[in-house]
């Protein structure tokens, strides 16, 4: 069974700081891209950032300059580094992973984090 847990999230100041982490634990063989989503109440869930297996980082033009992303693969494990927040970056993050496992590859979500920024 392979398990996605988030932490790091929490309720910061606008212009704050913030790093979420995720780690993958499980029957692991190997893993694709990682990411991190998020859905704020009212509103669809959306990609914030993902990093592939070689490193190769995409964000969504609203946290572009404000968040880098970043991978362990030795770890199975990947950050999310958000700077200089904005009310409107207050959501539920998830973390998500495309996970081959004994046989066969999955994508996987964690459980989300709250992050709360105040004006």
């Known amino acids: 069974q392979v398990q996605l847990m988030e932490s790091g999230g929490g309720l910061v100041q606008a212009g704050g700081s913030l790093r979420l982490s995720c780690a993958a634990s499980?029957?692991?063989?190997?893993?694709?891209?990682m990411g991190w989503h998020r859905q704020a109440p009212g509103k669809q869930r959306e990609l914030v950032a993902v990093?592939?297996?070689?490193?190769?980082?995409d964000y969504a033009d609203s946290v572009k300059g404000r968040v880098t992303i970043s991978r362990d693969n030795a770890k199975n494990t990947v950050s999310l580094q958000m700077n200089s927040l904005l009310p409107e970056d207050t959501a539920v993050y998830y973390c998500?992973?495309?996970?081959?496992?004994?046989?066969?590859?999955?994508?996987?979500w964690g459980q989300g984090t709250q992050v709360t920024v105040s004006s």
């Open positions: 998500n992973a495309r996970i081959r496992g004994s046989y066969y590859v999955n994508n996987y």
């Open positions: 499980g029957v692991i063989s190997s893993i694709n891209a």
């Open positions: 990093i592939t297996n070689a490193g190769i980082a």
